[in-house]
Nanobody
């Protein structure tokens, strides 16, 4: 298990950018797949982006592909989500998550069931 803390959320106008960070504690961060999920008002939590243990493989939901970039720095135990060209429909609470397996995988997990550690979330609001 790892403990996760998100930061970087806020209010931005449509077309703007934000960078979210996820700081992890614990010694197993570097061997885990990491992901960003989001929950919009009145909707269920959904997958947004994932990254392999090494950072060499990334994958995205179609709704954010080409606008969001996920990255990680294992030396700093930190993951990032660069969000550009933001739209009002990107408004949500964003959560970072670590996989429950910790086996140096690059499998493109998208289901929340494959993630065992979660942050508390950070609010992103995009105004039109």
């Amino acid at each position: 298990q790892v403990q996760l803390v998100e930061s970087g959320g806020g209010l931005v106008q449509a077309g703007g950018s934000l960078r979210l960070s996820c700081a992890a504690s614990g010694r197993t961060f570097s061997r885990r797949i990491m992901g960003w999920f989001r929950r919009a008002p009145g909707k269920e939590r959904e997958f947004a982006a994932g990254i392999s243990w090494s950072g060499g493989r990334t994958w995205y939901a179609d709704s954010v592909k080409g606008r969001f970039t996920i990255s990680r720095d294992n030396a700093k135990n930190t993951m990032y989500l660069q969000m550009n060209s933001l739209k009002p429909e990107d408004t949500a609470v964003y959560y970072c998550a670590a996989d429950r397996y910790g086996v140096y995988s690059d499998y493109p997990y998208r289901s929340s069931a494959d993630f065992g550690s979660w942050g508390q979330g950070t609010q992103v609001t995009v105004s039109s």
